[in-house]
């Protein structure tokens, strides 16, 4: 069984910052991708950044130069630094695990966010 367990949400002012953690456990091999989404409400799930195995990231035009995503392979952690936080950035984050064998990916049960004006 695969457990992920996400952190680091809450409430801040426009402008601030938080940094969420996604933390896999249990009978999971061969990480590949490791990502974070975010669903607003009355919205569609997006993608807000992913990273490969080799570090490669990729970004959501909307948080490109505001988020960092980064990885512990040891750990099997993904983060996402995320600075000059908007309104609209407000919404529940996910965190997403794709491994070799199980290309859809496992989720973490979400971590809301919300950002005041």
């Known amino acids: 069984q695969v457990q992920l367990v996400e952190s680091g949400g809450g409430l801040v002012q426009a402008g601030g910052s938080l940094r969420l953690s996604c933390a896999a456990s249990g009978s999971i091999f061969s990480i590949t991708v490791m990502g974070w989404y975010r669903q607003a409400p009355g919205k569609q799930r997006e993608l807000v950044a992913a990273i490969t195995s080799g570090g490669s990231t990729n970004y959501a035009d909307s948080v490109k130069g505001r988020f960092t995503i980064s990885r512990d392979n040891a750990k099997n952690t993904v983060y996402l630094q995320m600075n000059s936080l908007k309104p609209e950035d407000t919404a529940v984050y996910y965190c997403?695990?794709?491994?070799?064998?199980?290309?859809?990916?496992?989720w973490g049960q979400g971590t809301q966010v919300t950002v005041s004006s």
């Open positions: 997403n695990v794709k491994t070799r064998y199980y290309d859809s990916g496992y």
